[in-house]
């Protein structure tokens, strides 16, 4: 991307320099001329004469490619952020009202947060926190769990394991679901398992729901939202109209829970 920026400024600079140098050519005098000197005039002016004085200049100033690609990203990020707002608001039941997905603190809080994440992200684990003291300091914060197994295998069967139990003990579902992300070894569908029958299911019974085609069903759905919101990692975040990707800190997600509640007010 970098690469291409000096190429696509330097072309828009020379094009620009191009007209000018046209405009001039045609309009700098207004005394009849000969038709040898009018053909002359109105010729096209030399590009790479043109080339060069704009590569010696961005040269002579590289510090106007910085401010080029600056303006490229801003520009850029602001068209993804319309679109993701469009998107969000299209999807608006899919992403905050899934009956596949968890919930923790208040089902009928007035700030509503998703979480896309992944058992086996260091990141994930160490944001737990960040959700605990949210919840904690914010008795009408609705906190949803959107399960996005992304890093393998491991991954994938661990968060079969835990829609399987979410389905069949969904009371439980937080007090398992933190002991899972709390834990630092790297978690398997063996420990996802363990970590379910310590918080009340039968193994039977679990193992008999893991089969149910409807958890499949869940991650395909999940995942094609986060491909709609440009979601390629773990944590990201929906927060309102917004998408906040990566483990930002209990500091700017408080931020952001204000900034709907005042867009917001009850």
Not at 90 to 118: L, Q
Not at 172 to 182: C, I, K, Q, S, V
Not at 234 to 242: A, F, L, R, W
Request: hydrophobic letters at 45%; a negative charge; proline letters at 5%.
């Amino acid at each position: 991307m970098n690469a291409l920026i000096p190429a696509a400024a330097l072309g828009a600079v020379v094009a620009l320099g191009m007209g000018a140098a046209g405009y001039v050519a045609g309009s700098s005098s207004t005394a009849p001329v000969p038709a040898t000197s009018a053909a002359a005039a109105s010729a096209a002016p030399d590009r790479a004469a043109v080339e060069a004085i704009v590569r010696d200049y961005l040269v002579t100033n590289p510090e106007i490619m910085i401010e080029v690609q600056q303006a490229l990203e801003t520009r850029q990020a602001e068209t993804q952020r319309v679109a993701q707002t469009e998107i969000i608001r299209s999807a608006e039941n899919e992403i905050f009202n899934a009956s596949y997905d968890g919930i923790i603190g208040n089902p009928e809080g007035d700030v509503t947060i998703v979480e896309f994440f992944d058992y086996n992200c260091g990141y994930c684990k160490r944001a737990l926190q960040d959700m605990e003291a949210l919840v904690e300091s914010n008795p009408d914060l609705r906190f949803v769990l959107k399960e996005f197994p992304i890093l393998g295998p491991d991954s994938q069967r661990a968060h079969v394991v835990s829609m399987a139990f979410h389905n069949l003990w969904p009371e439980n579902y937080g007090a398992f679901h933190r002991d899972l992300l709390a834990g630092e070894a790297r978690v398997t569908e063996d420990e996802a398992i363990l970590a379910a029958v310590s918080h009340g299911a039968d193994e039977a019974a679990l193992r008999q729901e893991m089969q149910n085609p409807d958890i499949i069903a869940a991650f395909q759905a999940t995942y094609a939202l986060a491909e709609q919101l440009s979601i390629t990692g773990t944590p990201s975040y929906v927060v309102g109209d917004e998408v906040v990707f990566g483990a930002m800190g209990q500091e700017v997600l408080a931020e952001k829970i204000e900034q709907v509640r005042a867009e917001n007010p009850s």
